[in-house]
């Protein structure tokens, strides 16, 4: 009796070492808005190809209570620490705008993101700096990329089954008086996070960048979908 329960153990032991070598086949989805690159940019403008024209902050009310989701991370379950850390050539200022940003998420108790390196397995946040040239077709539309950024879900399936968010959120320093802003960094970390474009003005989400770096009802309530169940 003793001996057939122990060789039961051993039998299962060994198939569930097999396991962990079943790794999901998918790709690990990126998500990053660089939507100026694609031609739907032409036709809707992007925070992320920002106007250049200083906007009026107008007080619209917000139509929809909840801020879209980015696709690939609809449905998955992520924990709320991530670790960040900067690439070695962000500027300070820049780092400044970042980290402005990084309060503005962590005083919503619905994330936590701290200094440091992750493992593979912990969520983790680069910020980045680049630098992208716009061509003249676009700077006379007014269009300039002031950034960049997006959540990269990686998922393992199996014994020891994990999902994690690898994101990325970037700064673009050709253009350093409409990319080295808090405003901006709230919005690419929003990207980062898993938040999508709103067509709400109160939104952070909104494409084209209004200076806005405070959350709104309907921000938080697509983070809380996100990160409290
Ligand atoms: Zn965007």
Redesign the pocket.
């Known amino acids: 009796m003793r001996k057939r329960t122990w060789l039961t153990w051993a039998v299962a032991l060994l198939v569930l070492a097999f396991v962990p070598l079943t790794i999901d086949g998918k790709p690990a989805p990126v998500n990053f808005?660089t939507?100026l690159t694609k031609l739907a940019d032409r036709y809707l403008p992007?925070?992320?190809a920002q106007q250049s024209t200083s906007s009026t902050q107008k007080r619209e009310t917000s139509s929809a209570d909840q801020t879209p989701i980015e696709n690939i991370v609809q449905g998955k379950t992520l924990k709320k620490t991530y670790y960040y850390h900067f690439a070695s050539d962000v500027s300070s200022s820049a780092q400044v705008a970042f980290e402005a940003a990084v309060a503005t998420y962590n005083a919503t108790g619905l994330v936590k993101l701290v200094a440091g390196n992750a493992t593979d397995k912990q969520n983790s946040i680069t910020f980045f700096v680049y630098e992208k040239q716009m061509s003249s077709a676009n700077t006379q539309q007014g269009m300039i990329e002031s950034g960049?950024g997006g959540p990269k879900i990686i998922q393992q399936t199996g014994w020891g089954a994990y999902t994690v968010n690898h994101a990325r959120a970037g700064l673009n320093v050709a253009y350093p008086q409409q990319a080295i802003k808090q405003s901006v960094a709230t919005?690419?970390l929003g990207?980062a996070l898993g938040l999508d474009?709103s067509t709400s003005k109160l939104s952070v989400?909104y494409?084209v960048d209004q200076s806005r770096t405070t959350l709104s009802t309907a921000d938080l309530n697509a983070l809380k979908a996100i990160y409290n169940d």
């Open positions: 808005k939507e992007n925070y992320d960049h919005h690419e990207h474009h989400m494409p």
